[in-house]
């Protein structure tokens, strides 16, 4: 009976706000945990490319020949300010692996390129996947599918339940390894 009292409790202390905390994000292990300041969408993005592209250990030189492009071009919008366009952010990410709809809930939404790598953005992000492909579509003039509120909201309150299992099996887990 204590379990199920603890569970409610949990949902009850758990918020969108708890769960994607970026400051509690930002003090994580994480090469680019170093982002507190306040920055623009673009600045963030581009800060996610050059987490990855120095994760993954690839050279700029080699990411601009991967890419067909000037070495510095690339420098200059990834290093010195110049605008990173919708298209070449999108080849950027298809390069390095990088899932757009994680990527823009960690960018937009959370306001930080070090969440990206966080475990309850993945499940946000497999939770949306299919809500976030149909929105970007459609903002390409491409929308199929009539998204209704009631879709919207029933794709947000399964994905938000699956965090709060998620994280009240981290607790259990914790909490059995301490006893």
């Given amino acids: 009976m204590q379990q199920k009292g603890n569970a409610s409790m949990l949902h009850g202390a758990i ?3 708890t769960v994607f905390n970026p400051l509690i994000v930002a003090r994580n292990a994480n090469p680019c945990a170093s982002e507190i300041r306040i920055d623009d969408e673009q600045t963030r993005y581009k800060r996610l490319i050059n987490c990855e592209l120095a994760r993954q250990a690839v050279p700029l030189a080699h990411m601009a020949d991967r890419l067909g492009m000037l070495r510095t071009k690339l420098h200059k919008i990834l290093r010195q300010g110049a605008h ?3 298209n070449l952010r999108a080849r950027l990410f298809e390069q390095l ?8 809930i960690a960018v937009s939404m959370l306001q930080s390129a070090a969440a990206y790598h966080e475990q309850a953005v993945f499940l946000a992000a497999e939770g949306l996947k ?15 599918v ?11 309150g399964k994905t938000y339940g699956m965090l709060l299992t998620h994280q ?12």
């Fill in 146 to 156: 009539d998204l209704r509120p009631v879709i919207i909201h029933t794709a947000v």
């Fill in 15 to 17: 918020s969108p706000e």
């Fill in 168 to 179: 009240e099996r981290v607790l259990e887990a914790s909490r059995t390894l301490l006893s």
């Fill in 84 to 86: 990173l366009s919708d």
């Fill in 97 to 104: 692996g990088i899932d757009h709809t994680r990527a823009t």
């Fill in 130 to 144: 299919g809500l976030y492909c149909e929105a970007a579509s459609g903002r390409q003039g491409e929308i199929q």
